[in-house]
């Protein structure tokens, strides 16, 4: 009587497995001679510069390549790390993307992730492999690249600030102080036992979070969290960004996300914030989506930048599209939170988005329709299924 539950049992782990091995043979595949590529050097990624070496991408990568138990992906670490130190520009900052030798691309406006994911593989890379010797080497270009992120940190508030469009989700309008891009900052100060980490971690809270009891003491922090506290319509998630008049309250599930995996949410509210994320069904159509509202175009968040080539419309791209990168992160949270049955749902639900079109790892799929989009034989849907996988087996490097 027991045996259909077998068999179905049998299937699930064989869908996992397999796509764990495709996820490690399409990281191999895309090792070129700089690091991981962004996704495959076909045609219409070289069209796109996918063709290159992302800092985000390369970093992403590297957490889950360096686990993997494949010398030659280890190896891909390296090289994609030293490719972008390199092309370091003489004010610190780590390029948002190389393609070729001496050819560093830094964004329209700036790209301030790419620092910060920098940082935080190299720091990955020494724990795990420290004979690489990678850490010793660059020392003095971790010393630049600290020196330009503080530069830009506020002195009370210990906090980043940014341009819009200048982090992952770069046709996004998140400025001023953004959620996801302070998350990996406590993080890196973490890591590099930078001064502040409790203060930034403080002014985080207070700030991204002003629905607490609670008030912070800080007059200016105060009066940037007075106008979201009054008005926002989402009171169970970290807001997106907080900037001197404006804010979003989309809803990010990638920055909401980061804020339990590294630590800016204490145990109570990172079980709040997963659960608001579960209640939005972000895992629908596919894990996950980008915002748990899309902005629309006649809402006072729309920029025109969003519509150029129909690209961030709603449920499309950063504004609601569905990310298998955010997925694996999302099953992280999940197993984070003690739901191992959730996480292990979410997990199958990952891998069945990887498998569409016989394999394709796509890049992003539409949000409400679940039709696959944007760049195939992308590198980090495979890392990020990689370390969701590892999130609930437990079969990597500590």
């Not at 962004?38 to 045609?43: D, G, Y």
């Not at 980043?160 to 200048?166: D, I, K």
């Not at 996480?343 to 639900?349: P, Y």
Request: proline residues 5%; charged residues 20%; hydrophobic residues 45%.
């Amino acid at each position: 009587m027991a045996r259909p539950a077998t068999d179905a049992a049998s299937t699930v782990h064989a869908l996992l497995e397999e796509c764990r091995t495709r996820a490690l043979d399409l990281l191999t595949a895309n090792l070129g001679p700089l690091g991981i590529l962004a996704a495959a050097p076909e045609p219409r990624a070289r069209n796109r510069a996918y063709d290159a070496v992302f800092a985000r991408d390369a970093a992403v990568c590297s957490l889950a390549m360096l686990r993997s138990g494949r010398p030659r992906l280890v190896r891909g670490v390296r090289r994609s790390l030293i490719t972008l130190a390199l092309h370091q520009a003489d004010n610190g900052q780590i390029p948002k993307f190389v393609r070729g030798r001496g050819e560093a691309d830094f964004w329209y406006v700036g790209c301030i992730d790419a620092t910060l994911w920098w940082l935080i593989a190299l720091a990955e890379l020494e724990h795990i492999q420290p004979e690489a010797g990678l850490f010793r080497r660059f020392r003095t270009r971790v010393g630049r690249a600290l020196t330009w992120l503080e530069c830009q940190q506020h002195p009370h508030l210990q906090l980043l600030s940014q341009n819009e469009a200048s982090d992952w989700a770069d046709i996004m309008p998140r400025s001023g102080y953004v959620l996801y891009t302070n998350a990996l900052w406590y993080y890196v100060k973490r890591l590099y036992r930078r001064p502040g980490i409790e203060v930034t971690l403080h002014h985080c809270n207070h700030l991204f979070f002003p629905f607490a009891r609670d008030v912070p003491e800080y007059r200016r922090l105060r009066l940037l969290a007075d106008f979201p506290r009054s008005r926002a319509r989402s009171r169970e998630l970290y807001l997106s960004y907080v900037n001197f008049s404006f804010f979003g309250d989309e809803g990010d599930v990638f920055g909401n996300v980061l804020a339990v995996l590294l630590g800016l949410a204490h145990e109570r509210r990172a079980r709040g914030v997963v659960a608001a994320l579960a209640k939005a069904q972000v895992g629908s159509p596919w894990p996950a989506r980008a915002t748990c509202i899309p902005i629309k175009e006649n809402s006072r968040e729309w920029r025109a930048y969003m519509g150029r080539h129909s690209q961030n419309l709603e449920y499309q791209y950063h504004n609601g599209g569905c990310w298998p990168l955010i997925g694996g992160f999302w099953v992280m949270a999940l197993a984070r939170c003690g739901s191992r049955r959730a996480a292990l749902e979410a997990l199958l639900h990952l891998a069945q988005a990887n498998a569409v079109n016989d394999w394709e790892f796509n890049e992003w799929f539409h949000g409400a329709s679940g039709v696959a989009r944007g760049m195939p034989r992308q590198s980090w849907s495979a890392a990020a299924y990689l370390l969701a996988y590892e999130a609930v087996f437990g079969t990597g490097q500590s």
